[in-house]
Nanobody
Framework: QVQLVESGGGLGQAGDSLRLSCAAS????????MAWYRQAPGKEREFVAS????????YYADSVKGRFTISRDNAKNTVYLQMNSLKPEDTAIYYC?????????????WGQGTQVTVAS
């Protein structure tokens, strides 16, 4: 089993920056595909950004492209989401996701979520 623990959420103003962190358990973090999703009140969970385990390829939702940056530190078993130029529509619970395609930890894992609130 892999456990994911998010941190770094909070309250900000439009235009502010926040950085989310997600610490993962497991011995083979470097082979985990990692992603961030978010869920706003009354809406479905949506993809925000992802980073592959190989080559560190990154992908972003159009709504955050150019403002958010996903990165990972395999030595610390941690993935980050740097959020700049925050907008009120970024308000949501942000979830960390690990997708493991092989090995003993095979599966899809989610953190408990961290709240991000952006005031106008």
């Amino acid at each position: 089993q892999v456990q994911l623990v998010e941190s770094g959420g909070g309250l900000g103003q439009a235009g502010d920056s926040l950085r989310l962190s997600c610490a993962a358990s497991g011995r083979t973090f470097s082979r985990y595909n990692m992603a961030w999703y978010r869920q706003a009140p009354g809406k479905e969970r949506e993809f925000v950004a992802s980073i592959s385990w190989s080559a560190g390829r990154t992908y972003y939702a159009d709504s955050v492209k150019g403002r958010f940056t996903i990165s990972r530190d395999n030595a610390k078993n941690t993935v980050y989401l740097q959020m700049n130029s925050l907008k009120p529509e970024d308000t949501a619970i942000y979830y960390c996701n690990a997708r493991i395609n092989s090995g003993p930890d095979l599966g899809d894992y989610w953190g408990q979520g961290t709240q991000v609130t952006v005031a106008s």
